[in-house]
């Protein structure tokens, strides 16, 4: 089992930034490509950003390509989301995954485990 704490999520401004974090326990940590989703009000779950067990390849969907980033630090076995530019249409919860294997995985499917969610509102 693994264990995902999502912490870092609040309420800013548009044009704002906010970094989220993920703190993972009870596995090897870098045995596993981690993921950020994302979840609107009346949405389903959509992907974020992804990236593999030694950072070497990353992932992002379209809309938050160039704003966000995501990193990890394995020695802390915590995941980031540093998030720039925010954008009202960036409000939701967002979640941490991990998957087994340790590659960039896009499909929610892919992913073993998931945190609780930190919710993050951008206002206009």
């Known amino acids: 089992q693994v264990q995902l704490v999502e912490s870092g999520g609040g309420l800013v401004q548009a044009g704002g930034s906010l970094r989220l974090s993920c703190v993972a326990s009870?596995?090897?940590?870098?045995?596993?490509?981690m993921g950020w989703f994302r979840q609107a009000p009346g949405k389903e779950r959509e992907f974020v950003a992804a990236?593999?067990?030694?950072?070497?390849?990353?992932y992002y969907a379209d809309s938050v390509k160039g704003r966000f980033t995501i990193s990890r630090d394995n020695a802390k076995n915590t995941v980031y989301l540093q998030m720039n530019s925010l954008k009202p249409e960036d409000t939701a919860v967002y979640y941490c995954?991990?998957?087994?294997?340790?590659?960039?995985?896009?499909?929610?499917?892919?992913?073993?485990?998931w945190g609780q969610g930190t919710q993050v509102t951008v206002s206009s």
């Open positions: 990236l593999n067990r030694y950072s070497a390849n990353t």
């Open positions: 009870g596995r090897t940590f870098s045995n596993y490509g």
């Open positions: 995954a991990a998957a087994y294997g340790g590659g960039t995985y896009v499909s929610a499917n892919t992913y073993d485990y």
